[in-house]
């Protein structure tokens, strides 16, 4: 059995706030519901979210890539969000002076199936880790 959305909003949670608004498609899904969440913590880092989740009782909700990652080193538990939201977008971004530099493209053209596959890997692994029994 996943987690209801009363169990979600009921928890508290610890927000990631370095690189923008990670979190404002929950938050704003939740608003539609008439629902918010109790945040515990703000922090800048992922990393930061993941030492401090390892030492209280609260919830993180990240992309499942990260989850399965962290959880390949922590003790930590995986489950589905119990919202629908719509999938994350990852984009590659370079200056545009650098579009045609033959070394730039290079260096784009080895690093992009090796990012895609990780990125496959690691939602793969997260989908064999949810824990979806109490």
Not at 57 to 79: E, S, V
């Amino acid at each position: 059995m996943g987690i209801t959305i009363n169990d979600y909003i009921e928890s508290r949670h610890i927000l990631v706030s370095g690189g923008g608004d990670k979190d404002s498609i929950i938050d704003h899904t939740l608003a539609i519901m008439n629902l918010n969440r109790h945040v515990y913590a703000t922090v800048p880092f992922f990393q930061a979210a993941i030492e401090l989740l390892l030492k209280t009782d609260t919830m993180l909700t990240i992309p499942l890539h990260i989850a399965a990652d962290f959880a390949q080193h922590h003790d930590l538990k995986i489950k589905y969000l119990p919202i629908d939201i719509k999938a994350q977008q990852y984009y590659l971004l370079w200056h545009e002076k650098y579009y045609q530099d033959p070394a730039h493209r290079w260096f784009r053209d080895i690093c992009f199936p090796l990012i895609k596959a990780h990125l496959d890997r690691t939602i793969k692994l997260g989908m064999k880790l949810i824990h979806t029994h109490k």
